[in-house]
C-alpha cells in the first residue's frame, strides 16, 4: 500500500486561504468516506483536526474543513494564521488497514 | 480524560524484538467500538499506520510490516502491547498509540500518546 500523494510545502500569508491535496486510489479515498486530517507541531504529537472528510472534533477551529472529490481529498484553511504553521498529514481507511499521506509543511509568510 | 503513553527500551539492537507498551486511561477497550492504534513517525519522516486493535480483539495490520508484528490488549491493565520482531535501522522511529472510536469519530485517531523514541544500532 503506497502512502497518499501530498504536496510537500504549501504557504500562505496570514489572513489568506490555502488547500492541501491529498490523492489516493480507488482503494482507499475513493472508496471511502473516511479521510481524516492531523496537525503537527515540531516535536509535538499528531492532532486530529478532520475525520470522515469533512467533521470537526469539538474544540477545533472552524477555519479548518475538509473535502474529498473521487481520489483526492483536501484540506483548507481559511484565515491563516501564524499558528497554523505546522505539518499536515491526512490518513485513510483502505478497507482493512490505514494509509497515511507524505506530509505537508505549511508556512505562514 | 483520555491520556496514552507509550513506553519501551529507547535502543535495541539490529535482530532483536522490539516490545512496546501503550498504558491508558479514561476509556476501557472492553467498550464497543473502541480501538487503539500504533502509528510511527522517522525523523523528519512521514507518518506511518502499523497496527490496530479492537475492543473484540480483532487485530489489523500494516500489509507490508504483517509478518513482523504482533499486536495484543491487556483489558485489565488498561495496556496495549506492540511487538516487532527483526529490527533494522530504518526502524528507528518515534512510536505513537492512539485511541479510536467507530461510534465517536469512526476510522479516525483522536487522542494520541506522547510518543517514545526507538533507536535502532548495534
Known amino acids: 500500500q503506497s502512502a497518499l500523494t501530498q504536496p510537500a510545502s504549501v504557504s500562505g500569508s496570514p489572513g489568506q486561504s490555502i488547500t492541501i491535496s491529498c490523492t489516493g486510489t480507488?482503494?482507499?479515498?475513493?472508496?471511502?468516506?473516511?479521510v481524516s486530517w492531523y496537525q503537527q507541531h515540531p516535536g509535538k504529537a499528531p492532532k486530529l483536526m478532520i475525520y470522515?472528510?469533512?467533521k470537526r472534533p469539538s474544540g477545533v477551529s472552524n477555519r479548518f474543513s475538509g473535502s474529498k472529490s473521487g481520489n483526492t481529498a483536501s484540506l483548507t484553511i481559511s484565515g491563516l494564521q501564524a499558528e497554523d504553521e505546522a505539518d499536515y498529514y491526512c490518513?485513510?481507511?483502505?478497507?482493512?488497514?490505514?494509509?497515511f499521506g507524505t506530509g505537508t509543511k505549511v508556512t505562514v509568510l | 480524560q483520555i491520556t496514552l503513553k507509550e513506553s519501551g527500551p529507547t535502543l535495541v539492537k539490529p535482530t532483536q524484538t522490539l516490545t512496546l507498551t501503550c498504558t491508558f486511561s479514561g476509556f476501557s477497550l472492553s467498550t464497543s467500538g473502541v480501538g487503539v492504534g500504533w502509528i510511527r513517525q522517522p525523523p523528519g519522516k512521514a507518518l506511518e499506520w502499523l497496527a490496530l486493535?479492537?475492543?473484540?480483539?480483532?487485530?489489523r495490520y500494516s500489509p507490508s510490516l504483517k509478518s513482523r508484528l504482533t499486536i495484543t490488549k491487556d483489558t485489565s491493565k488498561n495496556q496495549v502491547v506492540l511487538t516487532m520482531t527483526n529490527m533494522d535501522p530504518v526502524d528507528t522511529a518515534t512510536y505513537y498509540c492512539?485511541?479510536?472510536?467507530?461510534?465517536?469519530?469512526?476510522?479516525?485517531?483522536?487522542?494520541w500518546g506522547q510518543g517514545t523514541m526507538v533507536t535502532v544500532s548495534s
Open positions: 470522515e472528510v469533512s
Open positions: 492512539a485511541h479510536s472510536s467507530y461510534y465517536d469519530r469512526p476510522n479516525a485517531f483522536d487522542i
Open positions: 490518513c485513510s481507511y483502505a478497507g482493512s488497514n490505514y494509509v
Open positions: 486493535i479492537y475492543w473484540n480483539d480483532d487485530k
Open positions: 480507488s482503494s482507499d479515498v475513493g472508496s471511502y468516506n473516511l
